[in-house]
């Protein structure tokens, strides 16, 4: 196994494109592969954007020796990439006929990460050919500022693989998490969906509106989340009393094993959310750009916080632990 300074990015949507940010200010040279041309173009001027957000709000990077190389040859990437990284579609047959494309790659023993959300590890690495170098890198959106990486193993990732990609996260500032098991949604999407899986019930039976719903989830149990994880808050709470809690609530929450009639209902209606103008919420009159770059503003403060709380309490002065947060 080799040591990584070339890294492929195949795909430059959403999850693309930051991670290859990501990636050269961590001093790494990126090669960035799209399939469409035009595609490739129009990156430039997001990388610039995403560049410039960073230096302002999470702070500039000097000297990283980081760079971004577009590539419409994908055999160049095959010739030079230490590491090739998935950033496309979320299909199957499409990342494992991707990963097929890299002879050069496997001979040299690069290793191959996929960002996939959910797809089985095991099964993309068998069908390409790839199992033996071949880890899950689950980041999480948007991928600059999220600080949290779920490195899955598949059943044919060997242990030197996992070390290795957990030290790639580590060094782009970021924390990896090893899910020890290729299952369907890892550990956080697994989480996350039994929690959207409830907010769409509560709608559905008109128990609260989108809006209370999301409302109770930010200001009640979402405070608290940051610094007290789920299992960490059972403690405090006492498990005897989670289990008397247990004994009347579970029968009673969504436990559907499939998309529900109304989710089912508002997609086929066309209600896709922000991109058709109406989801659970109406579009029309909300500015998608705004709760963005709320949500990102509010990440980098989070963060910020939570660094100076570990600092203060690591020194002993967790009081001075200044609650208004950077100033950034
Ligand atoms: N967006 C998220 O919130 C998020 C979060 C975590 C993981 N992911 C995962 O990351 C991956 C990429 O997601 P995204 O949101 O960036 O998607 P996206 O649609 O924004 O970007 C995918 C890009 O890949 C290109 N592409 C699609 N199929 C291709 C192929 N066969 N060959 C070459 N290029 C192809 C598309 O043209 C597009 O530019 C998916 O596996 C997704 O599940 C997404």
Redesign the pocket.
Known sequence: MQSIRQVGI???????AAAAVCFKRAGYEVLLW???PK?LDLVEQTLHTLETWMDLNVGPVTDSGGTIRRLQNLKTLDENADLVM??????MG??T??FRRFPHCKARGAIFI????G?SITEMGRLSGCGHLLAGT????P?HLMPLVEVVRGEDTPDGVIEQVCQLVKSLGKIPVKVQRDVPGFIGNRLLHALWRESINLVERGIATPEDVDLVARLTFGLRLPVIGPLENMDLVGLDLIERIHQYLLADLADNHGPSEYLTKSTSEGRLGMKSGKGFYDWQSRNPEEVVQKRDIQIVHQLSFLDQLETNLAEGKASDTNLSGPSA
């Not at 689950?138 to 959106?141: A, E, Q, R, S, V």
């Open positions: 195949c795909g430059i949507g959403q999850m693309g799209a399939r469409n595609k998935d950033c496309i579609a979320e299909d499409q990342k006929e991707l996929t960002t996939t959300s797809l689950h980041f999480w959106n991928p």
